[in-house]
């Protein structure tokens, strides 16, 4: 007698995988936490993930661990807007970048996981002539660099965003824009998908639901971290925290220039494809970002809350004032329902861009201040902060980010896109 098809539930199905089940493989393995390592990572984000995995396949190291407090992929890798990009004025921010965005293009191949990297474009939009010749300047630093980039006039922007209507009239009105063809977005958790499961092949230990609370010093160096599982010793201790790289300074006693702020983020129900491109309008002064997603949805944001919080919850009047920018842009999506809404723990420095360092002791190091910046910087970081961690020695990419600057003055001003902050 023919016997019936079992049937599983969703929580059946996660339960089975969970408890080892044959169902579903498990994309990086639960290995018990050891009592020693080479290198501890210190959060299981992107940035994280990117360090262990070139850790491993590019210098050899096996005895590494990823510790995570919570579920890997929980914090800021799961919680952006996805968009990468290497439009910046700066040569050490658009050279970093641009390594980065290079990468991008790659991943998938490099990882054998589809992180769905989509060069859609990207247009940074303006209300005015002064914007036009800040573009402009951005725009031809980024070529004499060989990154691609083009100014586009009123014209032309109309050209290749039709959907905005750029005759219908606006508060503040839209005058032109850069483009750089080669950005787009990434899907955020498939990247965290694909360097876990990477690095795991490796030999990297993922330890989640493991909170560092302290470092152990001996003889002027860092000898290990006290965790929520027990003492674990390491030679080598890197932290990538994202949003709570202040309070790694804290813990260590190096007060560090962050502050902690806020960035809204939300997306709609899903429709139709309506908008091929990511569209970034700075006005007023005031800022929307939006794109859709593969499933249809538009992701939405903004500029920070502008006030110093770990609390993720939505701040009513930017959520508004952020919807406000999208309606303008494309009027067609003023009848959409917000399906959900989250925050960003952003690590703000005081000039916009990121600390690569040591931090208190030779063999402690932090990989933070990203800002609005960290999402499409990981492939970048995690390659040339592996190899600082590996040699001892900074990279010429990555040189210029150290906390020096901070005492010398030799600051990188430059927030997110040139003068622009974008998105997290």
């Not at 989640?208 to 860092?222: H, M, P, S, Y």
């Amino acid at each position: 007698m023919r016997q019936p098809q079992q049937r599983y539930s969703g929580w059946s199905l996660a339960k089975a995988a969970w408890d080892g089940g044959s169902y579903w493989r498990r994309l990086w393995g639960a290995t018990p936490l050891q009592d020693a390592y080479d290198v501890v990572v210190v959060g299981a984000g992107g940035h994280g993930l990117a360090t262990a995995y070139h850790l491993a396949r590019d210098h050899g190291i096996r005895r590494i661990a990823v510790l995570e407090k919570r579920l890997l992929g929980y914090g800021n890798v799961g919680r952006n807007t996805t968009i990468v990009r290497s439009n910046y004025l700066l040569p050490e921010n658009h050279n970093f970048y641009e390594d980065s965005l290079r990468r991008w293009e790659t991943l998938s191949h490099d990882l054998n996981f589809n992180v769905m990297y989509s060069p859609r474009g990207m247009v940074e939009m303006v209300d005015s002539d002064d914007g036009m010749n800040t573009l402009a300047r951005q725009g031809n630093a980024m070529r004499l660099a060989g990154i691609d980039s083009e100014l586009l006039d009123r014209k032309a922007l109309a050209r290749f965003v039709p959907e905005m209507d750029l005759e219908r009239p606006r508060r503040f009105p839209i005058v032109g824009g850069l483009l750089q063809p080669r950005g787009g977005t990434v899907r955020h958790d498939a990247v965290a998908w694909g360097y876990a499961r990477a690095a795991a092949a490796l030999g990297v230990d993922i330890i989640e639901d493991c909170e560092v609370t302290d470092v152990r010093t001996a003889a002027g160096l860092a000898t290990g971290v006290e965790t929520s599982r027990g003492y674990v010793q390491a030679e080598r201790i890197v932290f990538a925290v994202a949003g709570h790289t202040g309070a790694i300074g804290t813990m260590l006693g190096v007060p560090l220039p962050i502050e902690t702020n806020l960035l809204q983020a939300m997306v709609t129900e899903s429709v139709k494809p309506i908008l091929n491109t990511v569209l970034v309008w700075l006005y007023d002064v005031a800022e929307t970002y939006i794109s859709q997603t593969d499933k249809g949805g538009l992701v939405i944001g903004g500029k920070l809350d502008g006030f110093a919080s770990y609390n993720r919850e939505a701040q009513w009047h930017r959520l508004a004032e952020v919807v406000e920018g999208a309606v303008a842009m494309l009027p067609q999506i003023a009848g959409l329902r917000l399906l959900r809404q989250w925050a960003g723990t952003c690590d703000m420095t005081m000039d916009g861009s990121p600390i690569m360092d040591r931090l208190g002791y030779d063999n402690v190091f932090v990989n933070g201040g990203w800002c609005y910046t960290g999402f499409k910087a990981i492939p970048a970081s995690g390659a040339a902060f592996a190899q600082f961690v590996a040699t001892g020695t900074a990279p010429d990419l990555i040189r210029h980010f150290g906390l020096k600057r901070f005492a010398d003055g030799t600051l990188l001003d430059e927030a997110g896109t040139g003068p622009f902050p974008v998105e997290h």
